[in-house]
């Protein structure tokens, strides 16, 4: 099983992106998908995650209003929309996948998720 992170670059702020985790050797089904960044000098932190069965969806703060998780069942992605960018989301971007079975309390517990992605990096600068 793999999964491909792909999609980031370099935009200015106010610029869009989306990033994919497309999933190899599997379906997402009875997984949830996390979404993880890790900032220059930051620990990587959760920033969205989606519930493959139901779409139950999470967005930390710093993001609610400006990202946007959607799916794609035939082609087992997950796609982050990313709108009106800033500087400081300037990260490393990494999707996991976790078994839904563990719960969704546990969907910001980087040790809950089975598969990772090999990251993807977003630069936001004028």
């Known amino acids: 099983v793999q999964l491909q992170a792909s999609g980031g670059g370099t935009v200015q702020p106010g610029a869009s992106l989306r990033l994919s985790c497309a999933v190899s050797?599997?379906?997402?089904?009875?997984?949830?998908v996390g979404w993880f960044r890790r900032a220059p000098g930051m620990e990587p932190n959760l920033i969205s995650a989606i519930r493959w069965r139901d779409e139950l969806t999470y967005y930390a703060d710093s993001v609610k209003g400006r990202f946007t998780l959607s799916r794609d069942n035939a082609r087992n992605t997950v796609y982050l929309q990313m709108n009106s960018l800033k500087p400081d989301d300037t990260a490393i971007y990494y999707c996991?996948?976790?078994?839904?079975?563990?719960?969704?309390?546990?969907?910001?517990?980087?040790?809950?998720?089975?598969?990772w992605g090999q990251g993807t990096l977003v630069t936001v600068s004028s």
């Open positions: 050797g599997r379906t997402f089904s009875g997984y949830t």
């Open positions: 996991g996948a976790a078994q839904s079975r563990k719960g969704w309390s546990t969907i910001s517990n980087r040790d809950s998720y089975d598969y």
